[in-house]
């Protein structure tokens, strides 16, 4: 069992910067793929980045550019670093662990840019 803690999330200016955390625990990282999802008022949840278990990265259109995952394996902890943020970047940011045969999913974080 894994359990991911997310924290950072907040309300900020549009142009500013967050940065996100998500702690696990319970079991290590390694060789799972990391990945932040976000879900906006009304809107299905989408996929915002990802990193492997080796360390590459994809990213939404929509964040390219402004966003930076990263993983640290021996703190067990993936980032997720929002600069540039815009109203459109508003929702609940949610950590997920991916292995083949499960998921695991944090409770989420806030983030909130007003217009």
């Known amino acids: 069992q894994v359990q991911l803690v997310e924290s950072g999330g907040g309300l900020v200016q549009a142009g500013g910067s967050l940065r996100l955390s998500c702690a696990a625990s319970?079991?290590?990282?390694?060789?799972?793929?990391m990945r932040w999802f976000r879900q906006a008022p009304g809107k299905e949840r989408e996929l915002v980045a990802s990193i492997s278990s080796f360390g590459s990265t994809n990213y939404a259109d929509s964040v390219k550019g402004r966003f930076t995952i990263s993983r640290d394996n021996a703190k067990n902890t993936v980032y997720l670093q929002m600069n540039s943020l815009k109203p459109e970047d508003t929702g609940v940011y949610y950590c997920?662990?991916?292995?083949?045969?499960?998921?695991?999913w944090g409770q989420g974080t806030q983030v909130t840019v007003p217009s």
């Open positions: 319970g079991r290590t990282l390694l060789g799972s793929a």
């Open positions: 997920n662990a991916h292995l083949p045969w499960i998921d695991y």
